[in-house]
Each structure stands twice: as C-alpha cells, then as structure tokens.
Nanobody, 126 residues
Framework: QVQLVESGGGSVQAGGSLRLSCAAS??????????MAWFRQAPGKEREGVVA????????YYADSVKGRFTISRDNAKNTLALQMNSLKPEDTAMYYC?????????????????WGQGTQVTVSS
C-alpha cells in the first residue's frame, strides 16, 4: 500500500526557512517509484510542481520560481524525502504535497503522479 505523509509545515516570516519531510512507505521507496516530487497549491490556483527528483540518477527538476532557494533531498535509510526551503517569500504560501510516480515524461506536471500525501500548510508573512 502506497503511503506518503508530509510534515514540517508552519508559519514563518519572509526571508525565513522551513524544512518539509515526506515519509514514504517501504513499498513506495523500493517498489519502483522512480519519481518523487513536491507540489504546492495556493487558494484559487492550480497545483504546481515545485521540484521533482528521479531516484535512478538523483537528477532533479526545479521550478524557476524556487531555483536557488529550495533544495530536494532523499534519505534512503529513513525512507524520507525532504524539501529545504530558504529565503521564503509570501508567494510561497500554499499547501505543499509530496507525490510519487513510477514513470513520468513531465516531472513537474501534477497529472503525471498517481500517489499523493495529504499535504502540509506553509504560510509566509511579509
């Protein structure tokens, strides 16, 4: 059974940092889910891809809006996916979701991912 559970969200002032974690079930990590990603969705907006990682090569794909500020990483021993967010801006405010897929031809497209966590809220105040 696929399970993804996010944590680490919260409220922070602009310029601050947060670290999100996604706890993945053993099946997710070892069962051929080669793409894992973070998405976010603000009220009234579409869900957008933030960053994705191809676990086969560790190649990562970042949205232009977060390049240089966010970093994705994996801890295989703990079956976790992390998102380090620095220099946060008010426009980063959103619900953040962890997602997994066996394959995708567009790593930052939400419709490519069949498995999702429940989300964790990030709020950045100015």
């Amino acid at each position: 059974q696929v399970q993804l559970v996010e944590s680490g969200g919260g409220s922070v002032q602009a310029g601050g940092s947060l670290r999100l974690s996604c706890a993945a079930s053993q099946y997710t990590y070892g069962g051929g889910f080669y793409y894992m990603a973070w998405f976010r969705q603000a009220p009234g907006k579409e869900r957008e891809g933030v960053v994705a990682i191809y676990t086969g090569s560790e190649e990562s794909y970042y949205a232009d809006s977060v390049k240089g500020r966010f970093t994705i990483s994996r801890d295989n021993a703990k079956n976790t996916l992390a998102l380090q967010m620095n220099s946060l801006k008010p426009e980063d405010t959103a619900m953040y979701y962890c997602a997994a897929a066996s394959f995708t031809w567009a790593p930052l497209r939400a419709d490519q991912y069949p498995y999702w966590g429940q989300g964790t809220q990030v709020t950045v105040s100015s």
